[in-house]
């Protein structure tokens, strides 16, 4: 079984940045995906971004492309989330996710087997 342990949450202005990490216990297995969602109160948990161990291709959500940017680190077996541009739209809960057989959309919140406990993103303005 793969852990993930999210962290770097917080409180920060409109305009401002913050930096989450996702940290798995197991291996990372060439053929994962991990990935970012969100869910806001009262909302759906949606998709952010995901990035694909095994050739790097990235995706991103069409609200956060050009703010948010996703990257791994196959060594330390952790994936970064770093937030630019925050916007009060921002705020959820946010988590990571691994699919261990990425054989569908990485946005799809079903199709992810293993998530961290999130950590709250918080934006004031």
């Known amino acids: 079984q793969v852990q993930l342990v999210e962290s770097g949450g917080g409180l920060v202005q409109s305009g401002g940045s913050l930096s989450l990490s996702c940290a798995a216990s197991?291996?990372?297995?060439?053929?994962?995906?991990m990935a970012w969602f969100r869910q806001a109160p009262g909302k759906e948990r949606e998709f952010v971004a995901s990035?694909?161990?095994?050739?790097?291709?990235?995706t991103y959500a069409d609200s956060v492309k050009g703010r948010f940017t996703i990257y791994r680190d196959a060594a330390a077996n952790t994936v970064t989330l770093q937030m630019n541009n925050l916007m009060p739209e921002d705020t959820a809960v946010y988590y990571c996710a691994t699919d261990v057989n990425p054989d569908s959309s990485p946005g799809v919140v079903g199709a992810y087997d293993y998530w961290g406990q999130g950590t709250q993103v918080t934006v004031s303005s």
């Open positions: 990035v694909s161990w095994r050739n790097y291709k990235k």
């Open positions: 197991g291996v990372i297995y060439a053929n994962y995906v």
